[in-house]
């Protein structure tokens, strides 16, 4: 449930190439517009043939270490791979060994064909984000123009698990269902799926894809562990594309981990890390020092943070509330509790659930109210199916597109 805290807050946040094929404008005899279209249409015979379970023909162009990070003592390996789609030019991929947000690996991109010298202008023309087997991706796909009047477009896929990350990009015209199904054999191949085997051993996972105004623009990919002595924990962890306009794009990415009591929902520890474009927002440490006292560590907007929090009742575990709830365990038509969400980050902040009926399919509802806002979930048997708020003239929705229960 801390996945729809994170939503929320970025949403108040929100409200506050050059070397592939392109299009010449001067043909004569054929309309640009007719070109273009006819070009854009275009895909491989590999879209009809079963690449899924047949081996891809993948070109290892290099094997290293990825770029330095700070207070690591290895290097993750990373890998380039060039792989023949049908076309003129292959689709070219990148595997990393480590967690990668995948909004901020597609505005660097997007901002680095912009800023390219043979580039007159760059935008934005299609957004999307979904599910693959069992990883979410952003999906970003950018039209440009060049100084010498060619148009073209530059496909870029992101993914990521909390173990290894992947992007791919395919410069050319055309070829787009090509593109996404040679990426989605990758996903799929054994090599991808056995980090996905290897993942923290989990008693449920849920990926919620994010919709603001119907645009799929991001996911939150959240897992739930029990831990020893009645111990749980919930890990987050999402990632964002907004489109600010037509040529500019906001990344906002989130890490999150909460522990805590199973029987009785109090916060033990957590980590709240939040990024825009790269750049942190908040890196808080939260760990719970004597009865209903926290000690706060780490940063908010650059400033060096450290100091005690206390709470009344001490700190619940949304996620701990929102399962009473869906699984009929509390007969409190309402639950007003103290949680920690970074939007004042040395407070707790008060946040309500309440039960509101049920819809017309019977669906039971149930509010979560946080700062200003009110999200409504609607449950099922397995956690929630979507969930609805609205944040000035914007709606979002999220939608659970993948659970597995164990």
């Given at each position: 449930?801390?996945?729809?805290?994170l939503?929320?807050?970025?949403?108040?946040?929100?409200?506050?190439?050059?070397?592939?094929t392109?299009?010449?404008?001067?043909?004569?005899?054929?309309?640009?517009?007719?070109?273009?279209?006819?070009?854009?249409?275009?895909?491989?015979?590999?879209?009809?043939?079963?690449?899924?379970?047949?081996?891809?023909?993948?070109?290892?162009?290099?094997?290293?270490?990825?770029?330095?990070?700070?207070?690591?003592?290895?290097?993750?390996?990373q890998?380039?791979?060039?792989i023949?789609?049908?076309?003129?030019?292959?689709?070219d991929?990148?595997?990393?060994?480590?967690?990668?947000?995948?909004?901020?690996?597609?505005?660097?991109?997007?901002?680095?064909?912009?800023?390219?010298?043979t580039?007159?202008?760059?935008?934005?023309?299609?957004?999307?984000?979904?599910?693959?087997?069992?990883?979410?991706?952003?999906?970003?796909?950018?039209?440009?123009?060049?100084?010498?009047?060619?148009?073209?477009?530059?496909?870029?896929?992101?993914?990521?698990?909390?173990?290894?990350?992947l992007?791919?990009?395919?410069?050319?015209?055309?070829?787009?269902?090509?593109?996404?199904k040679?990426?989605?054999?990758?996903?799929?191949?054994?090599y991808?799926q056995?980090?996905?085997?290897?993942l923290?051993?989990?008693?449920?996972?849920q990926?919620?894809?994010?919709?603001?105004?119907?645009?799929?623009?991001?996911?939150?990919?959240?897992?739930?562990?029990?831990?020893?002595?009645?111990?749980?924990?919930e890990?987050?962890?999402?990632?964002?594309?907004?489109?600010?306009?037509?040529?500019?794009?906001?990344?906002?990415?989130?890490?999150?981990?909460?522990?805590?009591?199973?029987?009785?929902?109090?916060?033990?520890?957590?980590?709240?890390?939040?990024y825009?474009?790269?750049?942190?927002?908040?890196?808080?440490?939260?760990?719970?020092?004597?009865e209903?006292?926290?000690?706060?560590?780490?940063?908010?907007?650059?400033?060096e943070?450290?100091?005690?929090?206390?709470s009344?009742?001490?700190l619940?575990?949304s996620?701990?509330?929102?399962?009473?709830?869906?699984?009929?365990k509390?007969?409190k038509?309402?639950?007003?509790?103290?949680?920690?969400?970074?939007?004042s980050?040395?407070?707790?902040?008060?946040?309500?659930?309440?039960?509101?009926?049920k819809?017309?399919?019977?669906?039971?509802?149930?509010?979560?109210?946080i700062?200003?806002?009110?999200?409504?979930t609607?449950?099922d048997?397995?956690?929630?199916?979507?969930?609805?708020?609205?944040?000035?003239?914007?709606?979002?929705?999220?939608?659970?597109?993948?659970?597995?229960?164990?």
């Amino acid at each position: 449930m801390k996945r729809l805290a994170l939503i929320v807050m970025v949403s108040l946040l929100w409200g506050c190439a050059g070397s592939g094929t392109a299009v010449k404008t001067g043909d004569e005899k054929t309309s640009v517009k007719d070109r273009f279209a006819e070009m854009e249409a275009r895909e491989s015979s590999m879209l009809n043939m079963n690449t899924s379970t047949g081996p891809l023909k993948i070109t290892l162009l290099s094997t290293g270490k990825a770029g330095s990070k700070q207070n690591r003592e290895e290097e993750p390996v990373q890998y380039e791979l060039s792989i023949p789609i049908g076309s003129s030019i292959n689709a070219d991929c990148y595997i990393t060994e480590e967690i990668a947000f995948p909004s901020v690996t597609l505005k660097s991109i997007f901002d680095n064909i912009g800023a390219l010298p043979t580039i007159e202008s760059a935008g934005i023309k299609k957004i999307e984000s979904d599910v693959m087997n069992n990883m979410a991706y952003i999906y970003l796909e950018a039209e440009y123009l060049t100084k010498d009047k060619s148009y073209g477009t530059a496909k870029i896929i992101a993914l990521s698990l909390m173990n290894v990350s992947l992007y791919c990009m395919h410069d050319e015209l055309g070829y787009r269902k090509t593109f996404l199904k040679t990426v989605n054999s990758l996903v799929n191949s054994d090599y991808i799926q056995g980090f996905a085997r290897d993942l923290i051993d989990y008693k449920k996972r849920q990926i919620d894809i994010v919709y603001m105004n119907d645009l799929s623009i991001g996911f939150s990919d959240d897992f739930q562990v029990n831990e020893e002595e009645n111990r749980k924990k919930e890990i987050v962890f999402s990632s964002m594309l907004f489109p600010r306009d037509a040529s500019q794009v906001m990344a906002s990415d989130s890490w999150d981990s909460t522990v805590y009591d199973g029987e009785t929902g109090k916060v033990l520890s957590g980590q709240n890390y939040s990024y825009t474009n790269n750049e942190a927002e908040y890196e808080i440490d939260l760990e719970e020092v004597s009865e209903n006292t926290y000690r706060l560590s780490g940063t908010f907007q650059g400033k060096e943070i450290s100091q005690e929090l206390k709470s009344a009742k001490g700190l619940t575990a949304s996620g701990y509330v929102f399962d009473l709830y869906q699984r009929n365990k509390t007969s409190k038509k309402s639950w007003i509790y103290d949680e920690y969400v970074p939007l004042s980050p040395l407070e707790a902040t008060k946040s309500t659930m309440t039960l509101k009926g049920k819809d017309s399919s019977g669906a039971r509802l149930l509010e979560y109210s946080i700062s200003s806002l009110k999200v409504l979930t609607y449950l099922d048997k397995q956690s929630y199916s979507h969930a609805e708020m609205e944040v000035g003239n914007l709606s979002f929705q999220i939608k659970r597109k993948y659970i597995d229960v164990r």
